[in-house]
T-cell receptor
């Protein structure tokens, strides 16, 4: 069965510092991988996605993620965090053989301090 | 270009009642998926509709049902509401094998 683990429930970083949010997935083949961001009381916005090809994926708002097959990971990174990045971040996996059914992790809450 | 539109934004219902939530997908998207997001949790897949049929279903009881109309819009119905059904219900539209576009959700509170 597909599953997603986000080991860090909450992360606090200083504005301007670098950020890495961890995501590990369980799936027998190469899945489709996504990162979404959710502001309080809002829906989810797609940051970036990986289907195949280059394992380093660029997204919106200066985010990037790297797919590492050997580690079953898809960690999200940003070199310099802005106060507006404070939000909840969700990693999701979609299995190609199940079409568009996605599985989400439990999320990582990001706090940015001045 | 309008994204995914959900209505209503907030709803309060009493235990045992029935509720209908509505979703209009992003223009050009033909697949609609519904997710339940409890407080502090990630979204949980309820079901997905394509060509007016339920294509996939998550681990939710039959009290949860849905419908997709010819214009691709969709409804989520929940019968015999329980306190545990209180959550943010998210609708997402997509094309095959692409990422979702999510609506802002409907916050359902069951009292």
């Amino acid at each position: 069965a597909q599953s997603v683990t986000q080991p860090d429930i909450h992360i606090t970083v200083s504005e301007g510092a670098s950020l890495e949010l961890r995501c590990n997935y369980s799936y027998g083949a190469t899945p489709y991988l996504f990162w979404y961001v959710q502001s309080p009381g809002q829906g989810l916005q797609l940051l970036l996605k990986y289907f195949s090809g280059d394992t380093l994926v660029q997204g919106i708002k200066g985010f990037e993620a790297e797919f590492k097959r050997s580690q079953s990971s898809f960690n999200l990174r940003k070199p310099s965090v802005h106060w507006s990045d404070a939000a909840e971040y969700f990693c999701a996996v979609g299995a190609p053989n199940t079409g568009n059914q996605f599985y989400f992790g439990t999320g990582t809450s990001l706090t940015v301090i001045p | 270009d309008a994204g995914v539109t959900q209505s209503p934004t907030h709803l309060i219902k009493t235990r045992g009642q029935q509720v209908t939530l509505r979703c209009s997908p992003k223009s050009g998207h033909d697949t609609v998926s519904w997710y339940q997001q409890a407080l502090g949790q990630g979204p949980q897949f309820i079901f997905q509709y394509y060509e007016e049929e339920e294509r996939q279903r998550g681990n939710f009881p039959d009290r949860f049902s849905g419908h997709q109309f010819p214009n691709y819009s969709s409804e989520l119905n929940v019968n015999a509401l329980l306190l545990g059904d209180s959550a943010l219900y998210l609708c997402a539209s997509s094309l095959p094998f692409t990422g979702y576009t999510f609506g802002s959700g409907t916050r359902l509170t069951v009292v």
